[in-house]
Nanobody, 132 residues
Framework: QVQLIETGGGSVQAGDSLNVSCAAS????????MGWFRRAPGKEREFVAT?????????YADSVKGRFTISRDSGAPNTVLLQMRHLKPEDTALYYC????????????????????????WGQGTQVTVSS
């Protein structure tokens, strides 16, 4: 059974950096696409970033582009990292890890990555709180 476990959330000040990670187990993830979504209080779940593990292709939401970096942990192949810099209060949310067993070609990745329906496994989430 596939499980995604997020770690690394916490409370920081605006402008600080924070890293969250997602460790996957119960399957072979080398061909997966893994991503991060978040849900702020009273808002819908929104896309943050995704990475195709075979090609390292990435897609980012405009709101985090240039501040967040998604990558595969070279020391742990089944772990994906989200490095968050220059955090803002509006980044406060429950951050969810997601994994997809579907193949997204480069032509469709940008459209498919932000869709919740593109992912078939989800973690429980880790809280990130940014104070002003």
């Amino acid at each position: 059974q596939v499980q995604l476990i997020e770690t690394g959330g916490g409370s920081v000040q605006a402008g600080d950096s924070l890293n969250v990670s997602c460790a996957a187990s119960g399957g072979t993830f080398t061909k997966y696409t893994m991503g991060w979504f978040r849900r702020a209080p009273g808002k819908e779940r929104e896309f943050v970033a995704t990475i195709v593990l075979t090609s390292a292709s990435t897609v980012y939401a405009d709101s985090v582009k240039g501040r967040f970096t998604i990558s595969r942990d070279s020391g742990a192949p089944n772990t994906v990292l989200l490095q968050m810099r220059h955090l803002k209060p509006e980044d406060t949310a429950l951050y969810y890890c997601a994994a997809s067993t579907y193949y997204f070609s480069p032509e469709v990745l940008a459209n498919a990555a932000p869709r919740v329906s593109s992912y078939n496994y989800w973690g429980q989430g880790t809280q990130v709180t940014v104070s002003s």
